[in-house]
C-alpha cells in the first residue's frame, strides 16, 4: 500500500488530521489498534475551546455539536463557603466554550471519513514505523492475520501516551519531563440533569470535586481521591455523599442524583516529550504530552497540534514550503507549555495535597481570594481557560 501521509491512531488528533488533509486532498491512511466500537465507547473530555469548535466547523464535522453542543459563557470557582462566577464571555471579548463529549467529537469524525471514503484501518496490530529518518519511511501493521506494509511520504503519530511512535524516537534524541500527582479523580457519567448550567470547581478541605455534563440530561461528576483507591468500594451512595459534602449547599440541595452508567479512577499526570518531530515522523497529541483535566485542556492541545501540523503538510504539499514542519515541534510546544503551566496551576490551586498543611491550604484560600477579587487575576485564568490564541504564521 502507499499513501502520502500515514497516521498512527484513530482517536480525536489521528481522525481530525485525516479529515483536514483529505479536503485539502492530501492522501492519508488511519490505522487505530483498538475496534470501533471500543474507540468510541470511552469517556473522555467534554470542554471544547473555539479554536476546535472553529476547526471542527472548518473540517465540515461541526453541524451535530453546533445543533447539540452547549456553548458556556463563564464557570463557577467554589471555596471557602463562597461560589464566585468566572464570566468567560465577558473576560476574553467574547469568547466562550463549547460542551460537548469526546465520544461524540470521535463519531461525527469516523462518520465523515465515512461518508467521504477515508480509509481509516480499526484493528490493525503490530504498527511500527520504519526509516523515519530517510526520505522514504513506511509503516507495518497487521490485520486479520496478515501483515502490510504502507509506504508514505510522512508519519503523523497521533497515538495516544502508551502509542509506538514517540517510543520509536532514539533514546538520545528525546526528553521527557513529568509530574506525577499524588492523587486522581473518581469519575461518575449519570443519566441526571446537571446540578448546574455551568461547570462547578470546588476546592474542599475533603479534596477537590468538579460537576461537568456532557449534554442537558447527561452530567459528569468528580471526586479528587487517593491514587490507590479501589473502585469497588465506591457504591453510587458514597459517591454521591462525597459529592454533596465537597460542593456549595445550594449545589448540594438541589443535585439530582440516579444510578452511574460509568464510573472510573484517573490519574493525573503532567508530562512532555520534546521534540515532537524526528526525521518525517510527527508527534501530535497525547502521544508527546498529557496534562490533569483539571484545566481541560487534553484534548484541545491536540488539536492544537493538528491546526499546525496540517498547516504544514498542506504547506509541503501544495506550495512546496517545508518551513512548517521544520519549525512544527517548536510551534507546537511553545503552546503545549502554556497550557501546561496552566493545567498544573489550576490543579495545584484546587486540590488538597496529602502533604498540605494549614498553612498551604490558607496560600490556596488567599490566592482564589485574590484571583476572583481582581479583574487581573480573573481575566488571566479566563483567556486560558478559553485557549490561547493559535500562533498565525508562526509555523510558516
Ligand atoms: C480516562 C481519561 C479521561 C480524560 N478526561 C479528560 C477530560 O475530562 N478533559 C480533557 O480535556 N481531557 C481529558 N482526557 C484527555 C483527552 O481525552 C486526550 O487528551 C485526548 O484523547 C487526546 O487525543 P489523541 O487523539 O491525541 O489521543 P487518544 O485519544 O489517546 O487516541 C490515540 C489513539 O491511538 C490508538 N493507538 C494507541 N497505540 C496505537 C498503536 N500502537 N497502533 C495503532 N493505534 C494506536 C489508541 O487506541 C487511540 O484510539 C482524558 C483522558 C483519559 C485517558
Not at 83 to 101: A, C, F, N, P, Q
Not at 150 to 177: E, W
Request: aromatic share 8%; with cysteine; net charge negative.
Amino acid at each position: 500500500m502507499k499513501t502520502q501521509v500515514g497516521i498512527i491512531g484513530g482517536g480525536p488528533s489521528g481522525l481530525l488530521l485525516s479529515q483536514i488533509l483529505h479536503l485539502q486532498g492530501i492522501e492519508n491512511v488511519v490505522l487505530e489498534r483498538q475496534s470501533r466500537d471500543y474507540v468510541l465507547g470511552r469517556i473522555r473530555a467534554g470542554v471544547l475551546e473555539q479554536g476546535l469548535v472553529e476547526m471542527l466547523r472548518d473540517a465540515q464535522v461541526g453541524e451535530r455539536m453546533d445543533r447539540e453542543g452547549l456553548i458556556h459563557d463563564g464557570f463557577h470557582l467554589a471555596f471557602g463557603g463562597r461560589t464566585e462566577r468566572i464570566d468567560l464571555k465577558g473576560l476574553t471579548g467574547g469568547k466562550t466554550v463549547m460542551v460537548y463529549g469526546q465520544t461524540e467529537v470521535t463519531r461525527d469524525l469516523y462518520n465523515a471519513r465515512d461518508d467521504m471514503g477515508g480509509l481509516v484501518i480499526d484493528e490493525a496490530t503490530d504498527v511500527t514505523p520504519h526509516d523515519i529518518e530517510t526520505d522514504a519511511p513506511y509503516l507495518t501493521f497487521v490485520k486479520s492475520g496478515l501483515e502490510t506494509r504502507l509506504d508514505c511520504d510522512f508519519i503523523a503519530a497521533c497515538d495516544g501516551f502508551h502509542g509506538v511512535g514517540r517510543q520509536s524516537m532514539p533514546k538520545n534524541v528525546l526528553k521527557t519531563y513529568e509530574r506525577v500527582y499524588p492523587f486522581g479523580w473518581l469519575g461518575v457519567l449519570s443519566r441526571t440533569r446537571p446540578v448546574d448550567e455551568e461547570l462547578i470547581y470546588a476546592n474542599h478541605a475533603r479534596g477537590f470535586a468538579l460537576c461537568s455534563m456532557r449534554s442537558p440530561t447527561l452530567s459528569r461528576y468528580y471526586v479528587q481521591c487517593a491514587l490507590d483507591e479501589n473502585l469497588d468500594e465506591w457504591s453510587d451512595d458514597r459517591f454521591w455523599d462525597e459529592l454533596k459534602t465537597r460542593l456549595p449547599e445550594a449545589a448540594a440541595a438541589t443535585l439530582v442524583t440516579g444510578p452511574s452508567i460509568e464510573k472510573s479512577i484517573a490519574p493525573l499526570r503532567s508530562f512532555v516529550a520534546e521534540p515532537m518531530t524526528h526525521g518525517r515522523m510527527f508527534l501530535a497529541g497525547d502521544a508527546a504530552h498529557i496534562v490533569p483535566p483539571t484545566g481541560a485542556k487534553g484534548l484541545n492541545l491536540a488539536a492544537s497540534d493538528v491546526y499546525y501540523l496540517s498547516r504544514a503538510l498542506i504547506a509541503q504539499y501544495q506550495k512546496d514550503d517545508e518551513t512548517g514542519l521544520k519549525n512544527y515541534s517548536k510551534t507546537a510546544l511553545s503552546r503545549v507549555w502554556k497550557a501546561e503551566r496552566f493545567s498544573w496551576w489550576m490543579t495545584t490551586l484546587m486540590h488538597k495535597f496529602p502533604d498540605q498543611g494549614v498553612f498551604d491550604a490558607k496560600m490556596q484560600q488567599a490566592e482564589l481570594d485574590y484571583l476572583t477579587s481582581s479583574k487581573a487575576g480573573m481575566t488571566a485564568m479566563a483567556e486560558n481557560y478559553v485557549g490561547l490564541p493559535y500562533q498565525e504564521g508562526d509555523e510558516q
